[in-house]
């Protein structure tokens, strides 16, 4: 038995049917708070994200990425002794979770209703692309196509641009971590009720969830939102802008900010500038605006302008490479970027204090690791006799 | 007193003093859920998405869609009758959240040690930009810098493009769901310990935690992921097409179904071209596939293709826009859609089971709107007599 780290949920017993992201990355965020995960995989290769690159010594990182801390065990659904297993694990857990298809758990015979009746405290937790109801419950569901059918990629993006897709699998992560969420909240009314009880994530509610502005924008004048590149739709100048070899994001939330920015940048007339007088002048003349700024930013570097713009008081941060990121002492002193198994991959942002937040973690498994001790540890043993008799 | 829906967290008491979305989405969430959430706000124009548009019937679009279901209460936390009202609110709570820049609650003298010497068993739940901890922790941080510093944006967008915003606040947003998460799960463990403890939340961890596939590749080679538009890193077709009159998503995960796409679209012998004869061949030629597909494609209209190709078992989804998707059959059947004090707004994605999902919820309130309620519920009494004796 993999040791769990010590964390709000480390008396809680996760039996783990997910594969491939989505349900994988939520119970990940259970084992990282503490809780014992069991995956339990299918004959043959296990889950397929094993297959899947980029691979590390040998590993896959997909597969490593989102099932550190867990253990492994292939069972058979469909043979009787491994059902018997299974079961037997059911009857223990305080948590289940799958993201096969709607439909799929029930011609198993694994329904919330079935598993319901051998452990009445069980929390259920189901996550796919379109949840357990509605016309589109059994329809394919892929990130991209949820991204694209959620809305999200019509308004990422340039004006005289194409729809963009989100430069990760927001749709499945967004599934887990909602998934995540609606187990903890789940297991916190257990406490009260005694009971379980069902939770059905859909990665394409929770995509909606996440629209915003867009969505504001829609429900105020009942018109479609388009793309506006990476400028903030009702304040300016708060866009990325280029400079000499680079970019940057500035945030001008206000008239006094702005009159910084441009004393800043050497252009301080511009704060003056009927054009660009007030948020509503300035968003009324945007691209003007960020021509205008840009010419001035052109002149020097990102780093040269990220000293002198923050220094005259105004936001302002560098675009970074995701290797830049991961590596910034930011993300260093709050253990984001851990040791796995020998694998560097990011740590876990939610920090509650009382309980560790290691830098170094257990990997994820081998396929059927934990096979032979979980065989035995959930064995289906006839009734003792002591226990016939009581 | 707001009536709370009935809900996992029914008996929670949230104390909020978040504004502006990171911290208000969050603790959206918890009532959403069923908890009371008294939101305390600041003299003069409240919390400042109050002044935001776009507008509905004179309410700000912005301010109802995170505060709907809540309290409001103006409280001045530098006078002291109202710094004893809102010490006897803590008293009370089960949750504090706030989003303010770190340090500012403890000059107010309201830190987590301050307050839990109160309350021990209060959860306090903090959301920041860069969190409280490490050499950012007091750097200006709005979604647009955490945005580009995380490294989202190198990644998001085209090859010959420009670094790409989401098109939504994603990082605020991701804030608010890590910080629900960490008090629910906060909540679980008090359970457990008798104690309430600090939840320290950052957007720019919770943005960090959400890379995936750029993060994989840049641990496997150390090189620095690029933006590679629309398609999937590993595997082909996975991208989105241009049809005659709009786009769609199409997602083959191995040979089987690309086969059966290329005789879908009239082009059987694709399958059969070395060039595409498997998915590394495919991923290898790349461009090309998506030229020989598009050819195809774009002699039809969208809708054409989405039957068509659904019909010969290919995933496929529509592109849709934010209004479409919101309104799609799918959202109104797992009411997504709902109404919030006469406003249309996306609902809560957490579907667990024995509680209501309502599609008609309390909308966000007015200014003050519980103030005088509150301030008598929460009065500070002078001990009564049967109080000094016990």
């Given at each position: 038995m993999v040791k769990s780290c010590?964390?709000?949920?480390?008396?809680i017993l996760v039996i783990d049917l997910t594969h491939v992201l989505n349900g994988p990355f939520g119970t990940t965020i259970l084992s990282d708070l503490g809780a014992r995960v069991i995956k339990i995989e299918t004959p043959g290769?296990?889950?397929?994200?094993?297959?899947?690159?980029?691979?590390l010594h040998d590993k896959s990182l997909y597969f490593s990425f989102v099932n550190r801390g867990k253990e492994s065990v292939i069972l058979n659904l469909k043979d009787d002794g491994d059902r018997a297993i299974f079961l037997n694990m059911v009857a223990q857990a305080d948590v289940l979770a799958e993201n096969f298809r709607p439909g799929v758990m029930a011609r198993l015979g694994f329904s919330y209703d079935d598993l319901a009746k051998i452990n009445p405290r069980l929390v259920y937790a189901s996550s796919s692309g379109?949840?357990?109801?509605?016309?589109?419950?059994?329809y394919p569901a892929y990130d991209t196509i949820i991204q694209a059918m959620s809305g999200i990629m019509s308004v990422?993006?340039?004006?005289?641009g194409a729809p963009t897709r989100?430069?990760?699998?927001l749709s499945d992560l967004l599934g887990g971590l909602y998934m995540f969420s609606g187990v903890a909240s789940a297991l916190y009314a257990r406490e009260k009720t005694g009971k379980g009880a069902h939770v059905d994530i859909s990665m394409f509610d929770a995509t909606l969830s996440f629209l915003e502005q867009s969505l504001m924008d829609y429900v105020a004048t009942g018109e479609v939102p388009r793309r506006i590149g990476n400028r903030h739709p009702d304040m300016a100048p708060f866009d990325v802008f280029e400079c000499a070899d680079g970019h940057v994001a500035i945030c001008c939330g206000n008239d006094h900010l702005f009159k910084a920015l441009c004393k800043a940048v050497g252009n301080p007339q511009l704060a003056t500038d009927p054009r660009f007088i007030d948020n509503t002048a300035r968003i009324n003349n945007v691209a003007v605006l960020k021509q205008a700024l840009e010419a001035s930013l052109k002149r020097q570097t990102a780093a040269y302008w990220l000293t002198t713009i923050h220094n005259a008081g105004v936001p302002i941060g560098p675009l970074l490479h995701v290797s830049e990121a991961i590596e910034h002492p930011q993300a260093k002193a709050r253990n984001m970027l851990i040791d796995a198994g020998g694998i560097k991959m990011p740590g876990n942002p939610i920090k509650i204090s009382g309980y560790l937040d290691p830098m170094v973690r257990a990997g994820a498994p081998e396929l059927d690791q934990h096979g032979a001790a979980l065989r035995t540890e959930f064995a289906v043993r006839p009734l003792s006799a002591a226990g016939r008799r009581s």
């Open positions: 010590h964390g709000p949920f480390s008396d290769h296990g889950d397929d994200t094993r297959t899947y690159g980029p691979y379109f949840g357990q109801t509605g016309p589109l419950a059994l990422t993006g340039f004006p005289d989100v430069g990760t699998s």
